[in-house]
């Protein structure tokens, strides 16, 4: 390679013998005389009670699982725990680590309770775990694993297409042939030459795995790829969740986009249809089976395939109120002869469609059979996503979560008048326009780097021919089904209809949060009002957030890729966001909304802000981020497509922005995005993030990688410590990496100020410099570091490491001549003062400077930066409505997501660290 002039050769050895003691265990822990103070006040912890989000209770759905955070040395890995109700009352549980601090005691645990836990409040408490009346067990046998929850039975495949073979409840079968359906049309054309056609794709299985197996929850993971002939693509990975007692269970269904779409072509791999696919035997009468599909709000549709309600002839009033009420009907010979003597004249309705194809508008329809016309049935602004079919013997409910949000989504019943009826929920209705994934321009010329950044001045887009491609972005839905002895009736339909659209969720309360000290401890404190001045700052907090999520609603920032994303940047000019507008477009968790949102929801357990920032890491975890190939493990840049710009960046796959969600709830797949950056620093080996402006000759090297101390490292330490708490497969190797990268940072010559580092892939260190430089970025810390760096020195006893962290906290926002005193050289010109008073006040609380506690506030009210919030702006929306805009809604046009970000996160960290020193 072509070296750095600032970093030797003979400095990577220099950098080994410095980080050697890293690896070893008495170097980590905190220091003993911590963690017996620590073990001492958390000697005896108290009950946790447990409550869920929304109202309602577990309600229709098959389980919950909660994750619950503990003060280090709380309890050591192996303790058990017990759930009563605010009776008193014994309730199942199953409990399994997540996370475990340095000394080996559980930080996090994961608890499910499964249904029938009532609608109250739960306690949490060491003991012994009751056990559930219907225990689910899993059999891997024959070609199957089969998961009995005690009330159904469901038998899932090892190989084949069949994803679900078969449901049973008692003796009955309710659904069988679960599998996945893929339509792809190989050809877009833009004119009007007629309908494509296109090729059917069924699921293949690769793999399944049980990843838990009772008593309370089970959870089985199946891999594969979708296939037509010789070709398999598209992979997925699906998961399917049981819980004792439960006559349904949950689906979490992923897939990774690995075709081809060339930009100015018409030929690739578009997706026509994407969906999920059940046969449901029908045993009853045609006028005994009943269809159920969710409308708008609490509307729904409740039909029989075989009316006989409405007729000329009146079979009877109980007749037909029982038919209403999805019940077995009286003996035909019963009722009105007129009727019973001509029911082969009743149409029989087999088929219905529900088509949500926008976020404002679905249509419903049915027909008779294939080869006959559409009747339309109706059709409303957002259906619920949920649907029923069967009779008074048994039948399958249905239901796709976040159905309107995710559009183009549909619901397909078909041959509900033969034996057998299909279901088909589609995550990627066929009746949409297909899935076109093409870069949005031609490049305009943009050939070489000088074009690239040259036109970066102007639309703020880093484009680069090749890099807008969307082959190894991921996008996860969630699905419920149940396995119905008869045709549920209407409040039972309505449950669990709700359980499809919010799904429910158990919570531990702020205060645990805030007493276990996760997530950077210290930095966030329940919300408090008890001055003018932070109520202030609170009505502050609470404006911004409402304000975005009216936002998402009136722009209506939807569909399948978007949805849990929010813009960046506003055109005052339009009335609009700068939706068209490069890199001003989707914000991509840039400035990190993503650890605002949840930042706010940890100290307020408010479930709007948990709902928010839920879509939010659904989104940014899988669509922005590289799942396969070259960038697997990169992020991309906000911009048009959220796939589209060409600066791939760790700091966009930031495992950061996940922990949050996965250690809440124990979601597997989110644990998955995390697991899978623990290598993420090879990919510093593929791709250079600044190869456009770098002016020192550079080649990557494996024993010599340019990583910054920044926006890079905070993104990998996170993943490594991550794993490392997770005690993953790969922990040892991560603690390690944890520790020799934050030792070598700390021996640099001017620490986190020196800005960079040639970091070895084989070592995990970064080799030390002969000389110092000071190179500091307005972007290196709003990206995580500051709570990172926070957990890790709460963590790891390295008082280096800390020097050098805090002396970058202490300096940032101090004057030039402060930073030329202490550095040889000022930082140059710096932004974002506002979000980096929060770094002072973590320095104050560290140092005890009261004078760091004043300039934090001074600098979080009075920053110069044209970009930072003033208390002088007019905090409140302003109404807007046509012709300025395209829908009536509101507009706060000083508001940028970048700057909103930061706002959020300064305030709630310094209400907390040094809230009491507010002037």
Known sequence: MSPDPRFPRRSVLKAAAVAGAATQASFVLGGNAARAATRSTAADPQPVTLDWLEDGGPGAAPGSTVGVPWPMGAYEKGQEFAVTT???????????????????????????????????????????????????????????????????????????????????????????????????????????????????????????????????????????????????????????????????????????????????????????????????????????????????????????????????????????????????????????????????????????????????????????????????????????????????????????????????????????????????????????????????????????????????????????????????????????????????????????????????????????????????????????????????????????????KDQVEQRRWYGFWDYGDIMHSYDTARHQWRYDVGGYAWDNSELSPDLWLWYAYLRSGRADLFRFAEAMTRHTGEVDVYHLGTWAGLGTRHGVQHFGDSAKQQRIANTTYRRFYYFLTGDERVGDLMHANVDSDETFLVLDPLRKIRTEPYTPDRHALSIGFGT???????????????????????????????????????????????????????????????????????FGLNELCAELIYLVDMPKFKEAYLDYCRYFNATKAEQKARYGHDFGVLLLFQGHSRLDAYAAVQTGDASLASRAWQKFFHSKDTWDYKESNDWSAQKIEGPVALVEGSEVPWVSTNATALYGLAAIENLALVGDRMP
Not at 713 to 720: D, H, N
């Open 712 to 782: 890079d490292w905070s993104g990998l330490v996170s993943a490594w410590l991550t794993e490392w708490e997770r005690r993953g497969p790969e922990w040892e190797k991560a603690r390690a990496r944890v520790l020799s990268t934050m030792e070598t940072i700390a021996a640099q010559p001017n620490g986190f100020v020196q800005g960079s580092g040639l970091y070895d892939l084989d070592t995990g260190e970064f080799a030390i410099a002969d000389e110092p430089v000071v190179s500091v970025s307005h972007l290196s810390a709003v």
């Open 86 to 548: 605010a009776d008193g009352k014994d309730v199942p549980v199953q409990t399994w680590p997540l996370a475990q601090w340095p000394d080996g005691s559980l930080k996090w645990t994961a608890h499910a309770v499964g249904p029938g836990t009532g609608d109250g409040k739960l306690t949490l408490k060491a003991g012994t775990a009751a056990e559930p009346r219907k225990r689910v067990t899993v059999d891997t046998h024959g070609g199957s694993v089969t998961v009995d929850t005690g009330v159904v039975v469901t038998k899932l495949g090892t190989s084949g297409s069949r994803l679900v073979k078969t449901v049973t409840r008692g003796s009955t079968e309710i659904a069988k042939n679960g599998r996945l359906v893929l339509l792809r049309q190989g050809e877009i054309e833009d004119g009007d030459q007629g309908a494509q056609k296109y090729e059917r794709f069924d699921s293949a299985i690769h793999r399944t795995t049980v990843e838990q197996d009772g008593p309370v929850r089970a959870v089985v993971r199946v891999d594969g790829k979708h296939r037509h002939g010789n070709r398999s693509w598209l992979p997925f990975s699906v998961r399917f969740y049981f819980y004792a007692g439960a006559d349904s269970f949950r689906m979490v269904h992923t897939i990774t986009y690995d075709g081809t779409q060339e930009p100015g072509t018409s030929s690739g791999d578009f997706i026509r249809g994407l969906g999920v696919r059940f046969t449901v035997p029908l045993r009853d009468e045609p006028y005994d089976r009943h269809i159920r599909i969710a409308g708008e709000g609490t509307g729904m549709l409740r039909e029989a395939v075989k009316g006989v309600t409405g007729l000329r002839r009146d079979p009877g009033a109980a007749v037909q109120a029982a038919q209403f009420a999805g019940e077995k009907l009286p003996d035909p010979a019963t009722w009105d002869q007129r009727v019973t003597t001509r029911l082969k004249w009743i149409p029989e309705w087999g088929d219905y469609t529900l088509s949500q194809l926008s976020a404002d508008g679905f249509t419903l329809r049915k027909r008779t059979t294939k080869g006959h016309g559409w009747i339309a049935a109706g059709g409303g602004r957002r259906a619920g996503g949920f649907g029923y079919v069967g009779g008074a013997s048994g039948g399958l409910s249905f239901g796709l979560r976040d159905f309107w949000e995710k559009f183009p989504a549909g619901l397909d019943i078909r041959d509900a008048q033969t034996d057998e009826a299909e279901v088909t929920l589609w995550l990627w209705s066929p009746e949409a326009q297909p899935m076109d994934l093409r870069f949005y321009h031609d490049g305009m010329g943009e050939d070489t780097y000088a074009k690239q950044l040259d036109a970066l001045q102007i639309t703020y887009e880093d484009y680069e021919p090749g890099f807008g491609t969307p082959y190894g972005i991921a996008r996860t839905s969630e699905l419920v089904f149940w396995a119905n002895a008869s045709t549920p009736k209407a409040e039972t339909l309505a449950a669990q209809a709700k359980a499809v659209r919010v799904l429910p969720q158990l919570a531990a309360p702020p205060r645990q949060l805030i007493a276990a000290k996760v997530f950077g401890p210290g930095l966030y404190a329940e919300p408090d009002r008890s001055t003018p001045a932070k109520a202030k700052i609170e009505d502050h907090l609470d404006f911004l957030f409402t304000y975005y």
